[in-house]
């Protein structure tokens, strides 16, 4: 149980062009999802925090307008990379809370590794 | 969230115990230790927690000092598959958003 899936596992766009990425709990009720970024040989950076019906939370330095986060159900968030530029090309990972189980823990997503060409 | 330490890699033979230390001696008494791992290309995988005394389950066991300000992670039996970046997080007990920030963790190496 707890598996979190994330949909494309990979992606190539076009400089100027935007890209979805979903983040799917598939057999419990994820009430937060986190998203997190990770640049080669690089740690995880934490993006956005997600809950369910209202707006994600930004951590500081990550532009919101950029990276727009949706919520709108209990097994699914999706980050949408607006405008991608080569910079943006990243390993992006989401993670996701039960929130009728281990409180402790947080169950994470295969990631998706986007590449603007 | 109190800042934790660990060295940037280590190696270790197959069949072996590998004990990967964190310290984290800022710590302050409603902070967890947490450990997780992440294998090359995927998402971190939870391995367990602590407060105070020592855990064990199927995968590792947490030995964490009585004054709180560092910890072993331990992988009695270390395979092949263990090789992965660790990284040792300590935060505030989940009741808000169970934010997790990672550091530059240990990549550990098991070899034949």
């Known amino acids: 149980g707890a598996v979190v899936s994330q949909h494309p596992s990979w992606v190539i766009c076009k400089s100027g062009t935007s890209v979805k990425i979903e983040c799917r709990s598939l057999?419990?009720?994820?009430?937060?999802m986190f998203w997190y970024r990770q640049f080669p040989k690089q740690s995880l950076m934490l993006m956005a925090t997600s809950n369910e019906g209202s707006k994600a939370t930004y951590e500081q330095g990550v532009e919101k307008d950029k990276f727009l986060i949706n919520h709108a159900s209990l097994t699914l968030s999706t980050l949408t990379v607006t405008s991608a530029h080569p910079e943006d090309s990243s390993f992006y990972i989401c993670s996701a809370r039960d929130r009728g189980r281990n409180l402790y823990e947080q169950y994470f997503g295969p990631g998706t590794r986007l590449t603007v060409t | 969230d109190a800042k934790t330490t660990q060295p940037p890699s280590m190696d270790c033979a197959e069949g072996r115990a590998a004990n990967l230390p964190c310290n984290h001696s800022t710590i302050s008494g409603n902070e967890y230790v947490y450990w997780y791992r992440q294998i090359h290309s995927q998402g971190p995988q939870y391995i367990i927690h602590g407060l105070k005394n020592n855990e064990t389950n199927e995968m590792a066991s947490l030995i964490i000092t009585e004054d709180r300000k560092s910890s072993t992670l331990i992988l009695p039996h270390a395979t092949l598959r263990d090789t992965a970046v660790y990284y040792c997080i300590v935060r505030v007990d989940p009741g808000g958003y169970n934010k997790l920030i990672f550091g530059a963790g240990t990549r550990l190496a098991v070899h034949p």
């Open positions: 057999d419990f009720q994820a009430t937060t």
